[in-house]
Each structure stands twice: as C-alpha cells, then as structure tokens.
C-alpha cells in the first residue's frame, strides 16, 4: 500500500516536462527562421534600390537571410553530426558566397574581371587568420590550451596550400597569357583540379578518414538538443529558400555594393573582402563558439573546409561563367598579395603543426589578418 503513493508519482515529471507552448511546435525552429527566407523573398519586390534607404533595407535583409541560411544549416548540421556538420555549413556557406560573385560579375561592371580573385583571397584571409586567429585567441583565453587532432588539419592546409598556389599566385608566372591571367585551356585545368581536390577532402572527411577530423574529447551532441527528423527536413527546405532569396538579393544589389566602395575611395579589392566578411561572419562566430566551448577542432574544420570549399567551388563556377560571357578572369595575385598568402600558409603551417593551441598562435593571426586589412587600404 505504501507503494501506491509512489506508483502516482512516476508521471509528474513527464507532464511537467512537456514542452512549454511555441508559435511553431511542430518544427522546434526559431519563428525569425522562419519568417526571414518569406520576407526576403517578398522584398525582391520592391525591385533595384534607387537610394540609400532602400539599399539599406535590402542590404539588411540580405543579412538576415544569410544568417536565417547558416542557421538552418547548423540545424542540418546537429542532426547529421560531425563532420558532416560542419562541411555541411562550408557549403552552404560557399554556394552563398559564389552565388555573390557570379551575380555582381554578371552585372559587367568593371571590376568584374578582378572580383573573384579579391574575394578568394580575402576569404582565405579571413578564415585562416581572422576565424582562426579569433578561435584560438577565444579559446586560449579560456581554456590556456586547447588540443585537436593535427592530421585533419594537416590535410585540409596541404590542400588549401596546393588550391591557392595553383590559382592565385601561379598565373602571373605562366607564358600563355600575358599579365596575371590564365588561357581558357588553363582556366578549364584550374577548375577541373579545384573541384578534383575539394571532392578529395569531402572524401576524406566523411568516408575515408573521418577519424582524422573528430577530437576524442569533443561530443557533437552534448551541447545542444537532439534534432528532430521532422525539424531537420524544415530546416533543409528553409535553407533551399534562403539561398535562392540570397541569390537574387545579391542581383539586385550588386550596383550598390560596387558604387558605394567607388563612392567612399576605397579600392576595388574592398568589394570581394565586404562579400567576404557578409558571407563568413555567421560562420565566424559558430567557430568563436565552438572555440569557447573548447570545442577547437569544430572551429578549425569550419575554418579550414570553408576556405577550401570556397576556391574548390568558387573557381569552377566563376570559370564556367567567363567562359560562356567571354570575360577575361584575372586571377594571379600582386606581389603584396603573393607574399601575404605565403606567410599565411607558412605561419598556419606552424602554428596548426602541434595539435595544441594557445593565445600565442591567435594573436599572430590576427596581427596577420590586420595587416592585410590596412595594406588593402594602405597599399
């Protein structure tokens, strides 16, 4: 009999348990996720912004839509898991940003022929050395030292080596074309080999040598809910909507982008490291995160797969788009961008060669990615 008390107890923790009401319980997503790809689709209709307001207001929800985008990919990313997570957000990431290149090239504005050669460059910087270093500065900060397993590491920087050599820096050394540029037999190479590499690593990640980008002490899951089925299949049809609302935003807003780097001195280059920076801020601060959470080998696979997925994917789409409209694609670097992707890849190389990190190691990258920053502007 005494029991019986104890009997009735049993179910009221679960019916306490019960998820608190929400506006969307079915899909578990957060309601600005969902309302975000809507609006911004809705806003197309008010057409090419003809002043600064309304550029202003697309260009906001331009944004937003690419936060709701890299929301709903980490959504995808919980539920498949690590590593598949974070290529998952490089991708996604990646498909946005040469989604901005291709639409701003296509605008035949003049400093179409130099865009993707700008934005390469100042996505490399920005991962390797502002992501990078901002992890390791977070992360050591916190934690002193943080560990991570090096031969992923190792691979994805033999290959981001490898991409932005043969890319970025090999075509003013070539005899076809004059100047910093690639013939189109060349171009076609370039893009068959970055697609080759970057399909090489997706391998390696996910099939091959998954093992090799997983930390033993890091646990994917425990930092977050489980994701459900039903929540990750909302989110996939989200994202599909946010990154065609991204891509035609970008259409509309490319003019504006190009006339107000014009219309304050800036260089040129200014344009590809502001699609740069859009693009890979919400990527940046989920590594900042991770990194924080002591979770550095989440940041550096972000880091890394992202400046690999962005020439790797990049360069076949903006190759295929020269080709057809018959730009002329000048990709080799100047000499100053020569020996700053140099030192980047020479200092990565030895700060990420140890398989721990400190401070020490991110604030020589961000002195890095300063550097780079005040020579664009400076040169």
């Not at 780097?261 to 940046?284: F, H, K, N, S, T």
Request: aromatic letters at 6%; proline letters at 5%.
């Amino acid at each position: 009999m005494n029991q019986t008390p104890e009997t009735t107890e049993a179910p009221a923790p679960t019916h306490d348990a019960a998820p608190a009401p929400a506006r969307f319980p079915r899909f578990g997503l957060a309601p600005w996720s969902i309302a975000v790809p809507i609006l911004a689709l809705l806003a197309l209709a008010l057409g090419k912004p003809g002043g600064v307001g309304p550029a202003l207001v697309l260009a906001l929800v331009l944004g937003a839509a690419i936060v709701s985008a890299v929301y709903h990919a980490e959504v995808l990313a919980h539920y498949l898991g690590e590593p598949f997570g974070t290529l998952l957000l490089a991708f996604a990431v990646t498909v946005i940003e040469t989604s901005l290149i291709v639409s701003i090239m296509l605008s035949e504005d003049g400093g179409a022929q130099t865009l993707a050669r700008d934005t390469l460059i100042a996505a490399i910087m920005i991962t390797i050395n502002g992501i990078v270093g901002a992890c390791l500065l977070a992360g050591g900060g916190r934690h002193h030292e943080q560990s991570y397993t090096q031969s992923g590491v190792t691979h994805g920087l033999s290959m981001l080596a490898t991409l932005s050599v043969v890319t970025l820096a090999l075509p003013n050394f070539t005899t076809s074309e004059s100047g910093a540029f690639y013939s189109n037999v060349q171009l076609a190479f370039v893009a068959v080999i970055s697609l080759i590499i970057y399909g090489t690593f997706v391998v390696a990640q996910t099939v091959r040598h998954r093992d090799h980008f997983l930390h033993p002490e890091e646990n994917d899951h425990a930092h977050k809910a489980p994701v459900q089925k039903v929540q990750a299949v909302a989110a996939a049809a989200l994202l599909l909507v946010a990154l065609i609302a991204v891509v035609l935003l970008a259409k509309t807003l490319s003019p504006s982008i190009e006339a107000g780097v014009a219309a304050v001195g800036a260089p040129q280059a200014m344009v590809g490291i502001i699609i740069a920076a859009l693009v890979l801020a919400p990527e940046g601060f989920a590594a900042v995160r991770a990194a924080r959470a002591n979770r550095v080998q989440t940041s550096l696979n972000l880091a890394i797969g992202s400046a690999l997925a962005t020439i790797g994917l990049t360069i076949p789409a903006v190759v295929l788009t020269a080709l057809a409209t018959g730009l002329d694609l000048e990709l080799g670097l100047s000499m100053q961008g020569v020996v700053l992707l140099g030192l980047t890849l020479l200092v990565a190389s030895m700060t990420l060669g140890t398989g721990r990190t400190t401070v020490v190691q991110g604030t020589i990258h961000l002195v890095i990615f300063a550097t780079y920053l005040f020579t664009t502007l400076v040169p």
